[in-house]
């Protein structure tokens, strides 16, 4: 079932439980516009339809409503943000997207392939916000007092003398006007470190929230004090534990990707070229752990952390070497983290459901890595933790 | 027609593969199921469905130190070729830019240049009953553009063109490179239109044979016997071509009533 439908599906059992239990601004739910495809005769949409949906993201007027001496009559798709009202007449679900499906059509659905611009923007193909400007900031690629492109040879944009020519100007009024081009940065100038930042801009050493020692070695705060955290004390389940300096998990982990897929590989996994030269989840280990472990090259082990574990294949390597951390032998593996049951063979297909071309096996890294974002982008830490590595009980 | 080359410079490769899965696009060869044996390659070995391969191979400097070698692996289109000399039926020829192509249509899959092939390159594919190996993507050389493979290289480790400038290209960079650096392919079966610049000695890498040459029972057939067996079958011909001059052709029409009149009945 695609997710559109497991969201409708949804929506509708949640509407029906409010209707019938009550509870904390129920009209938030019971009273929901939800039109996103043809209906039945109970009113309900009979199957999602994603042009409805990139119409309501795009956005309507909601009544007749002039501007700048045109008449938009009700219901009709808003052109662009700058016609968005701020007196209830127009909605839009994402000021980003308006003017990405306007009366014209599906903007992202177009394919023309000329290139006016000359240095391959292709502005008729597809739709990209903000109001299909290519290249953002644009603004920054031309003198700003003379509206001359730096560039000479690969414009960007650039003043004929009475407008700007080329890809949609960003953040550029006339040429001299003293329009700094970063218009949504608070300066309006780009920069390296700047304010909103939690952490930064000096460069220090940090142990990871889960690792092997006690003390940081280069300074006296251990770990991160500015990381974000969402667990907190008293609530969670076991995906929040952490097992720092714990005997049972000695070994360090890192993740990372193969050139073969990306993310979890919900995309990837399904063509069959790259499910073949990666068909599954593995286990770098070191032949000095290997040997300790009885862990022969091509076995399916177990690699386990506080919060859970995955089998994955044993990749034996002379490319991974124990540290030497303050005198102690510390062992690493790494795991990449692609995999998960969306094209495996254990997963349960029904009729109709599309089957993979080739395989994979496997289970998804997340299930053994942690939970906690850098302090300025929120990405999670899951390049260093803590676990060890099992043979199978055959 | 001037020959084309392709070279492939370890030195330069990442291991990324994109030269083995823009082979199979090209190709429209799909994949089959396989699983992790321990090793980022995959699948295995050449196969039917699969022309070239990136080898992976680890190897240590005896220091602790370990590289990790790439080998773009796929036909190596000699200028001598043992699968094209033993070729009973003209499937395996060369073409006007010495590479070694294959028209399957004429394929009998006797699996002769499986067993002569110094590389190990042709498959047999038992679901078809044919061979099947890197052709240098003619469809595309024909047309005036590099092989599959050499298009996807994001490193400039394969490169194509006329072998002479090509030749130059491999001699400077190992050249460069110095050290156990090597050219290899321009030395043996009258050279190859595969060539590598070996960053490391030759015998190191898995499955490449340090000296390859056509087997002597190639030679001893192909070369010696078969001109002989060739003025044998002229003779049949001839004898042939004579025995249809003195008696004229055979008569069939009157077998092919009896047949029509016994279905009739």
Redesign the interface.
Known sequence: MPDGEIISDLFYRIKELYEEEGGPLKEAVTEMTWDYGPKDVDGKVRHLDAHYIAREINGYFLEDKEIKGKLYKKGTLVPSFAYLQDDGSTSSGNWLYCNSYTEKGNMAARRGGKDSSGIGLYSEWAWCWPVNRRIIYNGASVDPETGRPWDEKHPVIFWNGSKWVGDVPDGVAAPGSGRPPFIMKSHGVGSIFGPGLADGPFSEHYEPLECPVEKNIMSPQLVNPTIKRWDKEGTGTSVDARATCDPRFPIICSTYR???HWQTGLMTRWC?????????M?VEIGVELAKNKGIK???IVIVKSVRGQVDA???????W?PFNINGNTVHEVGIPWHYGWVTTKMREYVHGDKKP???T?GDSANIVTPFIGDPNTMIPESKAFMVNVERREV | MSEKIKLCDLSKCTGCRGCQLACKQWNQLPAKQTVNTGTYQNPPDLQPNTWNIIRFQEISDGNGGVDWLFRHDACMHCTDAACVKVCPSGALHYTKYGTVALDSGKCIGCKECVFACPFEVPKYDPETDKILKCDMCYSRIDNDMEPACVKACPTGALMFGDKTEILKVAYERARELGGDASVYGDKFVDGTHMVYVLPEKAGIYDKLPEKPRVPLSVIAWKDWLKPLSLLAAGGVIAGSFLHYITHGPKDTSGDGDQVSKEGGE
């Open positions: 193969v050139s073969e069959p070229w790259l499910a073949e030269m990666q068909p599954s593995f090259n091509g076995e294949v044993a990749i034996v390597t002379n490319r070497k071309e080739v395989f096996f």
